[in-house]
């Protein structure tokens, strides 16, 4: 019956533990527990969709090689990307000892911080969520609003979740009547 439910959301990561990178991979939130899993599609998808274009394009390729490229890794990218979400959910679901579990109940705060190069023309992400115990897991990658969305759960399982400078801080609702 656990296998059978679907994630909430899920978002293509790399992801550290206590500072020490775990791996690259998916975060997928589900209605009680954030999952993070190893994937490699969306690698595998950029090398490969590089090669597959550049060779269906091989007669055009000296005069479109930069163009063929870029839209090899995207393309690619975004095919692995769909494949990396699907086997994800299916490790959760079928192996859970593949994966990093975080019970959303063990969730004490979430911040997400923002880092840009060349003068705000690139940036990136980084989700931390702290557990009670301590520990820090860092998501990076595009997170959007992923923050929001555990936000959102937690709240609808009890806890009270508050805006702070930081992010958000998240409180049983025992502690908070208290």
Known sequence: MAGSVKPIRSESVRFLVGGIRKGQGVVL??????????????????????????????????????????????????????????????AVADSPLNATIIPLDMVASLQTLRSD??????SGETLVVTTADGSQYEFRGRTGSLQADIGRVLAGLGRDVRATTAGLAVTSQLQADG
């Open 117 to 122: 190069w060349f003068s705000g023309r690139l």
């Open 29 to 90: 939130l589900y209605p009680d527990k954030l999952a993070s899993v190893k994937t490699y599609a969306e690698l595998w998808g950029s090398v490969l969709g590089v090669i597959a274009l550049a060779a269906a394009t091989y007669p055009f390729a000296h005069t479109l090689g930069p163009l063929t490229a870029a839209i090899g890794v995207w393309l690619g990218a975004a095919i692995g990307r769909s494949v990396d979400r699907r086997l994800a959910a299916r």
